[in-house]
């Protein structure tokens, strides 16, 4: 998944105003036509996450320019609009200008780069003393400026902990998303969405994120770096996965919300709920002993096992008494 870009974006310049006269001997008539407008450039939002792979090694957009104008008052075509589409929750940096665009609704449109107006035709400027005018207007210059595009996933919910935490796997058991897992560190090299239907009625549903995992010092570019920590930003709850197997429980939660913190402060005021995976690996005495050590650290913590589906149902009653 592609979730940064930069480029450059120009609109559609406007077309040349007409000279022009009526045919005929001693004709003053003035028949000039206007040039078109030209195209703006657009970024419009689409539920597709991966879209902005088509983009990869596009550096430049331009839209169509106007035409210029015709005889017998003819207005010239405008031009086309270009619109980029972009993953919904993206945000344009206009690097020229400092101004941030963003999209937050599927079919949301808005305007990167706006096209130039065409000229005015000789026409336009007959007057009384003035009936045949031999010039006319130039077409306007178009928009053209630098973006940085970003994605920050919009989720209501989102699973965060170290590699092999179990994120993706609970995600697949939780949704009908198919993240890729194995048994080795950052299996998930993307942010995976999943659909949770709390109901019987698909028009409720919650989105659930498996964010790829995070290391000590991933906040200044280690491991996967902080490519992913921004999707955390819009994600209203956190799931903090801590793997059964974990040797440090406490030092594993603390490096993640380390991370949070140095990345942005206000991360650190999330809700979040510890979820216990992978506990088919160890026994029930332990588990409890680790149940203890976890509520010292959050009063919220649910077990659970993918391969065994305990603690599933847990986890679907919560989602939908606390999120959805």
């Known amino acids: 998944m592609v979730d940064e870009l930069r480029i450059k974006v120009r609109a559609g310049r406007g077309g040349d105003g007409r000279v ?21 450039v657009y970024m419009e939002a689409v539920s597709d996450l991966s879209v902005l792979r088509n983009y990869r090694f596009k550096k430049a957009f331009e839209a169509e320019n106007g035409g210029d104008g015709g005889t017998k008052k ?59 005018p031999d010039f006319a207007e130039k077409g306007r210059s178009e928009e053209e400026f630098e973006y940085y595009i970003e994605l920050r996933l919009i989720a209501d919910a989102g699973f965060i902990g170290l590699p092999s935490a179990g994120k993706s796997s609970l995600l697949n058991a939780l949704t009908e998303a198919t993240a890729k897992v194995a048994s080795y560190h950052f299996t998930t090299l993307e942010a995976n969405l999943g659909v949770f239907y709390p109901t019987n009625s698909k ?6 994120a498996d964010i790829p995992g995070l290391i000590e010092g991933a906040h200044k570019g280690k491991g996967l770096g902080d490519k992913f920590l921004r999707h955390i930003k819009r994600t209203r709850y956190l799931f903090h996965c801590i793997s059964a197997e974990s040797e440090n429980m406490k030092k594993d939660y603390k490096t993640i919300w380390d991370e949070l913190k140095s990345f942005d402060k206000e991360l650190s005021q999330k809700n979040e709920c510890i979820i216990l995976t992978k506990i088919d690996l160890i026994s029930d005495k332990e588990k409890e002993k680790r149940i203890k050590e976890l509520k010292k650290l959050n009063p919220n913590v649910i077990c659970t096992s993918v391969e065994t589906e305990d603690g599933l149902e847990e986890i679907q009653k919560f989602i939908k008494e606390t999120i959805s």
């Not at 022009?20 to 703006?40: I, M, Y």
């Not at 075509?77 to 270009?82: A, C, I, T």
């Not at 028009?203 to 659930?208: C, E, N, S």
Request: proline share 1%; aromatic share 4%; net charge positive.
């Open 203 to 208: 028009a409720v549903q919650t989105i659930l």
């Open 20 to 40: 022009a006269f009526a045919k005929g001997r001693g004709s003053k008539g003035v028949t000039g036509g206007d040039g078109g407008n030209g195209g703006s």
């Open 74 to 132: 003819l207005k010239g075509k405008n031009g086309e609009d270009l619109i980029i589409k972009v993953p919904v929750g993206t945000i344009a940096h206009n690097l020229d200008t400092k101004e941030d665009i963003e999209v937050l609704e599927v079919g949301e449109k808005v305007r990167l780069a706006k096209g130039g107006k065409g000229g005015r035709g000789n026409w336009h400027f007959r007057t009384a003393e003035r009936q045949a």
